[in-house]
């Protein structure tokens, strides 16, 4: 690799060999085998990095999102005899929508908002409901709320924050902030009397601090900066103004130094987030961590990760930071990174590289203005960034990077115009959302993540790439030690854990993480061997937390499950949990696990014996009226029809209309059972004669993709 100075492309990072692992230092006094010292209550929220006591008052436990507790009552001697304490739920028994909010815990209470953006506040000892606040202007995907002076903060349709009276649910202030893009889904973080509050979605997204106590604006950061503002020269003529750069995760902060760390989303443009040719440029701060003043919301520096991203692969992360030595020297560190597979250790003094990041050259497109190189650690990814061949026919699934047949694929960056490019880490690929855990005991930062890869075009595969029906869904845990930005241990999981699966690590070396299908996971923190679950009776959309109430101490976790990325197939439900060492609650029914393979679209299933056993090739297929389209076509459901269903023994033919203009074919992934190509009026027939579901996909364009449901 060629390395580039930085310096030329962006303030405030440096890239710096890696030096000696030593042992971590924790401003608490913790150390990578001992306890901890002096310890502050966890409430407090004076300092980035005290663990969970009593309380864990924060989405990300405390100001560093560390998700650490000290609470080590429950530890690897007892963890099997975990139990059910309680469970409510929160809403009757709600089996829809998309639950992404991570549970808080204050002076015994729990507090958590529903698929439907509701909040509750329950007795953490007895589970039982305290108070309610019904949202006013309709469902809203949340993420979590703050806990501070005696308030709680959430959010509400048409850009509202809303402040909620700790003790009775009553609203206290209710206020609109319009014009930063969609104030709704991102935790409310509170330090010091000041909630930070970030956008979402939107044409251009701002990072806002907001007095607690009225709720008046104190200052605004935008991620695509205005005119005069430093970095507007890096986007095309007015393109900022639709350049995308929302903060879609809660921000970090460091009271010592004074600093909010907030990581911006991916850049966009008229054409949408594939599209570069509009928006000429780095295009700051999208795909960026940017640390600004505390107070007055003053740029400090900036690390932009993706330059003029054409690839929605954005690291919009919960910042984490930790305090280590490295080679020798105590550095102050922010690690960032999440959709690219790979942390970017960054001093959180000034943004330079204390291990090293390289200016690396990659391919060039220049319809879509393409930077000439990318960031790279010295040391690489922490997951694989170039997709395999593996032959059709060989062991199913195979490896988790397995390229879907019929696509040209390329690593990481490689840049696209109107074909389809296959890569990966995807755009829902990696670990994405979710939220990261730092040791204090191990010095270790641990993350899921999956493997979701995805096709980049300019046009025709959506704002942000199309994943691939047919392919396998699956991911794992990785433990990087920040130290030295080198994986420590692996562990393969069934599932993508990149959306919301957050990590609990604790002071008695073990880690909790929920999955899509369910179950809550123990894990030994040392090598990720599995020391217990729980089936929670939906998908785990959040992170567990440890508190403690009536002196007992708990563990909890809300399962609710959400569309990304597996869609409907993950199990929904409204169940609050709490768990304690003895607990006698049986674990909920198992719901049918997630479809771990991309499903097609187009529609439901079609009997065969309603299309006399025909698929249409290159055509689209209305399931209300049976009809099939009259247009030859090439997005993915020009498949007539997608999801067909036959009897094992039967016959299906595959028909390329003799007035389509192109050869369309059918090769089967990844059994091989069929690779044909067809001419404009031929056909061929294939007999199944194993139960099982079989993917295809069209020779002529990857895109259009079918099922065959045998049963």
Known sequence: MTQIDRRALIRGASAVAAGAILAPTVATGATAGGKTGRREPAAALSRFDTPGDADFPKVGGNLGNQNYTRLDRIHRGN???LGG????????????????????????????????GNVFAIDGATGVTKWKYTQTGGTLVRRGVAVGGGLVFTQGRTNRVIALDQQTGAVVWDRQFSGYGNVE????????????????????????????????????????????????????????????????????????????????????GRNGAQDGSDRGGQNLFANSIVALDLKTGQYRWHFQSVHHDIWDMDNVMAPVL????????????VIYGSKTGMYYILDRTDGSAPLGIIETPVPQEPRQKTWPT??????????????VDQPLGTAIPGEPNRAVPNYTHGPLYTPHWDEPILSIPGTGGAADWNHQSFSHRTGLVYTAYGYVSSAHARVGTGSVGLRPPGQYMTGGIVAVDPRSNEVRWRRRMPYAMAHGNGILTTESDLLFIGQPDGNLLCLDIHNGREVWRFQTGAAISSSPIMYEANGEQYLAVFAGGTSLPFGNSAPRGDWLWAFRIGGKVSPAPAPPPPDVRRGVSGGGPVEGSAVNNTV??????NVATGQVGTVESTSDAAVAPTHLRVPVGTTVTFVNPADNQNPRGATQFFEGLFNRTLLPGESFRYTFRKKGEYFFNDTFDPRPTGKIEVY
Do not use: C
Request: no cysteine; net charge neutral.
């Open 374 to 387: 990318q960031p790279i650690p010295a040391q690489g990814p922490w997951m694989p960034t170039t997709m």
């Open 85 to 116: 304490a309680w469970y409510n739920r929160v809403e009757d028994g709600l089996a829809s929508g998309n639950s992404q909010s991570t549970a808080v815990a204050v002076d015994g209470t729990l507090f958590i908002e529903s698929a439907l």
């Open 322 to 333: 930790v305090n280590a030595k490295i080679k020798g020297r105590n550095r102050k560190l």
């Open 79 to 81: 963890a099997k005899r």
């Open 616 to 621: 249409v090739l290159g055509r689209t297929y």
């Open 185 to 268: 889904k991102v935790a409310v973080t509170y330090h010091d009397g000041v909630l930070h509050i970030g956008t979402n979605d939107g044409s251009r997204g701002a990072a806002l601090a907001v007095r607690a106590s009225d709720g008046e604006k104190l200052w605004h950061f935008w991620g695509t900066p205005g005119p005069g503002e430093f970095g507007n020269d890096t986007w095309e003529g007015d393109s900022y103004l639709i350049g995308g750069a929302t903060p879609w995760m809660h921000p970090a902060i460091d009271p010592d130094l004074g600093l909010v760390y907030w990581t911006f989303g991916n850049a966009r």
